[in-house]
């Protein structure tokens, strides 16, 4: 409570004794008060005792005899405020009436039987729901189920298969990993516009989850609820060609994004840290554009009948290819049989056998020497984006090696082996079916 005092004129009032008594008793009251709002009650004219004599404004406050003690006014403690509640993690619930029942459009308790959303306030929980950016959902039970199996179905794809599926067998029975503890957020950018099998992730109001529960015995429980996604690719228009993810080439990451006919995107160089811009637009099953913000970086993909590899270059005459996962097919990049030379033993020419995963290569060999096979594997990106390093085994004995496509290109490839004693050979190898170069060893 704040009492304002104001006053006319320009002399300084004077105080009575009354008024000097007042202003001490409320001194006193504000030194020793608390922080709590209380009402003071107006002081009343007090009697003057006969033992006070008020001091003249214009004489100096006396001092206290050594014999008297100084009183002291002792200040109320404040009190402790009490530490921030932390901020509670809000986890969106969406309730669910079982039994094949649609989303509630009201917001019961449900006898705990409800679709919980990781990652999600309740603020962000609509109905129909709208996952926008990101998705994520698990299922809470008053009693825990043996498993729960998750069918996202894209209603406007002409198949009728579920986009996704997934069957958790334990709590906390999550839409992405069947071994988390805390169910993961898929954010639709960092995924590459794919649901985790590599379907693509559409913008559009038309999805359905069902939910399986299977209960006890056999005992079952069906759900369904609508939602739609915002924040993901564009629907390619009717009967176009799809470009739209996460692609694992030959040399490079691809991440493109489809709106129509156009794309855009980025890739990264294995070993690399930068993301390098490319553009371009479909035609038919082709893709045309260039990279690097320079149109004269130009690049070609053609994409086969499945949708899940194209074929193509950079520059009108390197090989660019690759595949949405998997494996790269054989004559693209390193994979595929390989016939082999090397300086130590040039009468026993190795054929070799290459697989190629993202930046991963691995396979057999076969010299001659031995009966069984060797085997190595290597890693594309440390020594440069066209060229593995890794290590090779055949019988006991074990090296390493290096190997470089040569001209950006997967006719031939050149480089070393490295024996366990430090001995460095030459190394050699073009396709199976093409002649041995000459030269075949590098410089």
Known sequence: MAILLGACGSAAP??????????????DRAVAGTLTAEAIPAVTDTPVPTTYTAAPTSTAAPTNSPAAATPTYTVAPLPTAAPPTPTQIVIGVLPIDGGGGEARSIYPANNNQNVVLPGFSQAEVQRPMIFRDRINMSVALVQEPQSVTFEIYDNDAESGNPVYAITDGSAPFCLFDVNANQCPVLTYAQNGYRWPNGSPIYNGANYTVQITIQETGDNQ?????NFAIQGAQ?????GGTDFGGRWLTNFATVDLQQSGAQVSGTYVWYGGQQAISIQGVVSGSTLSGFFAGDASKTFTFTLDQSGQSFDGNWGGQYQWCGVRSGPLPDGCGFSGFWESMGDYAPDYPPTMQVTQIGNQIQGTFQNGIFEAPGTFQGTIGPAGHYT????????RFSGQFRWTLVDYNSQQMQGYSVNADGSQHQWCSWRSGLSQPTPCFGE
């Not at 004077?14 to 001194?27: C, H, P, Y």
């Not at 593995?388 to 019988?395: K, Q, R, Y």
Request: aromatic share 10%; charged share 25%.
């Open 14 to 27: 004077t105080l009575s004794d009354a008024d000097r008594i007042s202003t001490r008793v409320a001194e």
């Open 221 to 225: 429980s069906n759900w369904n609820f």
């Open 234 to 238: 564009d629907r390619p228009v009717t």
């Open 388 to 395: 593995a390093v890794g290590t090779w085994n055949i019988d």
